[in-house]
């Protein structure tokens, strides 16, 4: 075979190799298309604490994008937070706020009793701590 012939037998090859119609080619090609996928969205996490024990706070959840869309896929506006309302009840509860009066003289001779009572500051509301009645204490007077 001349130069010239060996030439054009190569360059016959190579083109029959790089055509896209060759069978070989088209289906090497079909394994490597890409395939659009939407994306994926986690589970919701657990709810957050309230943010007020009372009178109305607020409370959320979180997800995230697990998968990104991929190939011309979508990924629809989802919303990736919640929040709502919590421990609307309407009254805080509130402690009785106190202090106490100095112990009366113990009365009579003997064993006797002796007193004091709170001053109330602030009563208690909506199922706060009490306030505390008025004490008595034994004592023994040396008459």
Known sequence: MTRCATLVLVLAVVAVILT?????RRRRRRR??????DCKLS?????AACSRTCKGGTTTRTRQIAYHE?????????????TRSCN??????VDCAYSWS???ACTGCGISTKSRTPFIKV?????GKACPGKETQSCKTGK
């Open 123 to 127: 009563r208690n509301s909506c199922n």
């Open 70 to 82: 991929s190939c011309g896929g979508s990924c629809p506006s989802h919303p990736l937070n919640e």
């Open 88 to 93: 609307i009840q309407q009254c805080c509860p």
């Open 20 to 24: 896209p119609s060759n069978p070989w």
């Open 102 to 104: 100095a112990w009366s």
């Open 43 to 47: 589970q919701w996490s657990a709810w």
């Open 32 to 37: 490597f298309i890409c395939k659009p996928t």
